[in-house]
């Protein structure tokens, strides 16, 4: 079983282990410490991995990928419920929580 993902930016990969994980899709990260090594030894040995634990998770997984990869949908503004105006980008309310619907 191969790598899900891999790169030296570690804020993609910390952010997409995260968005994995909200889906229960369970994961690990591994090169934590090589990755900082980035330029003393060849890149490519020092990628910071993402791995499933289970592979069965992977169509799940490449379903969540496709999302990150596509960045945040901006469709103007939306009214929470508690009448809050709030950008596109935003998926909850800043002032109560609630949930874009």
Not at 70 to 88: D, R
Request: some cysteine; aromatic content about 8%.
């Amino acid at each position: 079983m191969p790598a899900f993902y891999a790169s030296l930016k570690r804020l993609e990969v910390y952010h997409l282990r995260n968005l994995l994980e909200a889906e229960g899709i369970p994961c690990q990260m591994r090169n934590e410490a090589l990755s900082q090594l980035a330029g003393e030894i060849p890149f490519t040995e020092c990628l910071l991995e993402l791995w499933l634990k289970c592979d069965d998770d992977r169509p799940r997984a490449e379903a969540v990928l496709k999302d990150f990869c596509n960045g945040p949908v901006q469709t103007g503004t939306w009214h929470c419920a508690c009448n809050e105006i709030l950008e596109g980008q935003f998926t909850a309310c800043w002032r109560c929580g609630s949930l874009r619907s």
